[in-house]
């Protein structure tokens, strides 16, 4: 009998405690809203708009969000800056300006913080800045409110694939607006550049290591806001 009782107990349990006072619920707050943001067009300006640099070739770059739309992810490819013996021919100074034509209705963002992802090989006396700026511009080139830049500074020697990443580096900024206009676009634009002691001392910036396609990435941090 007392084995019965214990089982009769056990099943009878859930609804005894499903009896009990219910507690007084709390207050919750509602998540805010996902923002929701479409990239329409990526457009690479043409390499002789730079003549310092080398440029990227329509094609060359590709802009993705990630899923929660906090990164704005940016591919380079052949992005690459050398100088010494063993530059082969390329330039000290890498440059690349991209258009991105997006939609993103009801939000805006401000770029919070840069990582660079890529990889640097340097002699000792070998410095190398890499600067980052970017802006909305209207159909007609005119610059719209939300810009700022960043610039990264290293020193040889290193040799390393590297990602540089540091909150509070960003100047010149200026809060975004919400964008209207349907053919706004957030302007980028991108440069290593390569300074040397010695003309015998060698010093590169490009795509990870192993990459023979020299894809440099950057990614932008984003922090969004309902208008």
Known sequence: MLHLSLLALFVLSPFLASASPTPALQATTAAAPKPSATITSVVADAPDVDTEGSGCRSGSVSVAFSTDYSLMNILFLNFRAAVGPD?????????????????????????????????????????????????????????????????????GPLENDFLLHKDGEISDSEQSVCVTKANAKFQLSLSATL????????????????????????VLNLGWRKC
Do not use: H
């Open 87 to 155: 530059a082969a021919g390329t330039k000290k100074r890498a440059f690349c300006r991209v258009n991105v034509t997006m939609s993103s209705p009801g939000w805006a963002f401000d770029v919070t913080s840069v990582d660079f992802r890529g990889y640097i090989k340097m002699d000792s006396g070998v410095n190398a800045s890499l600067v980052s700026r970017w802006k909305w511009i209207d159909e007609k080139g005119v610059d719209l409110k939300g810009k700022g830049n960043i610039n990264k500074k290293l020193r």
């Open 195 to 218: 300074t040397a002691a010695s003309s015998t001392l060698d010093g590169l910036v490009q795509g990870d290591a192993a990459d023979t396609s020299q894809r440099f990435g950057e």
